[in-house]
């Protein structure tokens, strides 16, 4: 089993939905969760990031970290063609270890 | 403030050959990340460095592939000989190694093994 599981997609929405991302992690150690968009021929560049549970909110993204349930979503409102890209959510635990565990990305399609 | 640069963009080499990728972090950036990307999966991170000093470097398939960070600001990351599963894409990043320690990406190297 994986230490982050992410399905990989593709999702292919309308302009205008409402987009849910997941991922599921096993390690109970992981404090800090991060969203990470990706277009095509770019590298990642961070979206969210959150510590320990909770939710946050950044215009029309919000994330979203369970760590009951071990569970992290990210919930894109207003869809827009500029939102298509692939999505990649990553975690890591606390202290001096930095470094990220990766999910596979989503990759996502918004249609006009 | 400028990001992380990566030359060359795009590389495309035969088996057995070597090839070598160049990343220059953000100024002031102590901490530098080389990843592997294939195609459809996540980073894969090959090594860290902290300053000078190598963090980690435990996925990196060191019969072949090497790294180093020279006066801790720009690093090459060199393969040698390239195979056929090589092919992917090399992704610099860079941190300030603080508590929140976001990772800034370079736009990467597209590497094909022919």
């Known amino acids: 089993q994986k230490e982050v599981e992410q399905d990989p997609g593709p999702l292919s929405v309308p302009e205008g939905a409402i987009v849910s991302l997941n991922c599921t992690y096993s390690?109970?150690?992981?404090?800090?969760f991060m969203w990470y968009r990706q277009y095509s021929r770019k590298g990642p560049e961070l979206l969210m990031y959150t510590y320990s549970s909770g939710n946050k909110e950044d215009g029309r993204f919000t994330a979203q970290v369970d760590k009951s349930s071990k569970y992290i979503s990210l919930f894109i409102r207003d869809s827009q063609p500029s939102d298509s890209a692939t999505y990649l959510c990553a975690m890591r635990g606390g202290g001096n270890n930095r470094k990220l565990i990766w999910g596979l990305g989503t990759s996502l399609a918004v249609n006009p | 403030e400028a990001g992380v640069a990566q030359s060359p963009r795009y590389k495309i080499i035969e088996k057995r050959q070597s090839v070598a990728f160049w990343c220059n972090p953000i100024s002031g950036h102590a901490t530098l990340y080389w990843y592997q990307q294939i195609l459809g999966q996540g980073p894969k991170l090959l090594i860290q460095?902290?300053?000078?000093?190598?963090?980690?470097d435990s996925q990196l398939p060191k019969d072949r592939f090497s790294a180093e960070r020279l006066k801790g600001v720009d690093s090459t990351l060199k393969i040698q000989p390239a195979k056929l599963e090589d092919s992917a894409v090399y992704l610099c990043a860079s941190s300030l190694f603080q508590v929140t320690d976001t990772q800034y990406f370079g736009p990467g190297t597209r590497l094909t093994v022919l």
């Open positions: 460095f902290q300053n000078n000093g190598v963090v980690d």
């Open positions: 390690n109970s150690a992981f404090q800090y």
